[in-house]
């Protein structure tokens, strides 16, 4: 959990928080994913494989974390009722129909934080608060499309890998992207 003398709030992503947002994943994927992916691989992925999706805001399934005294949020991630597992309002491939909770994983989505603020646990505060979030929709399974970066984290929390996606990019180069699973406890 974050550290208990800093003052933060978990909330709803709005429309007006999408420059923040943008930001936010920008600066973390840029920040963050250095050690794991080349430098044509992130500038080809922002965008598209690796970002905000909107429709996750106007789902109301994409949350934000503040904390007292930053100007901008410094962690953000959700969780998705409809088909697409990853990927940015860019990305080539879009899946929006509505899954099933009975039968279908909820997709995991965007899970992204400030590199000033790594490593004090809000990628895990974000993620617990997913879950929840999916859970409480009636979903028992949950499942994501991961970074290198952010395997050894949901390994942690109970994710399987089941499957290696090599995601073809617009400047030629491919983004390994890895296939996680977990069922709801």
């Known amino acids: 959990m974050p550290h208990s003398?800093?003052?933060?709030?978990?909330?709803?992503?709005?429309?007006?928080?999408?420059?923040?947002?943008h930001a936010l994943i920008e600066a973390s994927i840029r920040g963050l994913q250095a050690g794991d992916y080349s430098p044509a691989q992130i500038e080809g992925a922002i965008g598209t494989v690796l970002g905000l999706d909107t429709q996750l805001i106007r789902d109301e399934t994409y949350f934000l974390v503040e904390i007292q005294g930053q100007p901008a949020p410094v962690a953000c991630g959700g969780w998705s009722k409809r088909k697409t597992l990853f990927g940015s309002d860019g990305a080539s491939i879009r899946e929006p129909e509505l899954l099933n909770p009975a039968t279908d994983a909820a997709k995991v989505r965007a899970i992204f934080v400030h590199p000033g603020f790594a490593r004090r646990g809000l990628g895990?505060?974000?993620?617990?608060?997913?879950?929840a979030a999916a859970q409480a929709a009636g979903f028992r399974r949950f499942e994501m499309g991961?970074?290198?970066?952010?395997?050894?984290?949901?390994?942690?929390k109970g994710y399987?890998?089941?499957?290696?996606?090599?995601?073809p990019l617009t400047n030629g180069e491919t983004l390994p992207v890895v296939r996680m699973v977990k069922a709801a406890p």
């Open 146 to 156: 991961s970074t290198l970066t952010g395997v050894p984290l949901y390994r942690l």
């Open 160 to 167: 399987v890998e089941v499957e290696r996606i090599a995601v």
């Open 5 to 21: 003398d800093v003052d933060w709030c978990i909330r709803i992503a709005r429309e007006d928080d999408i420059p923040a947002l």
């Open 124 to 131: 895990t505060l974000i993620l617990a608060h997913v879950e």
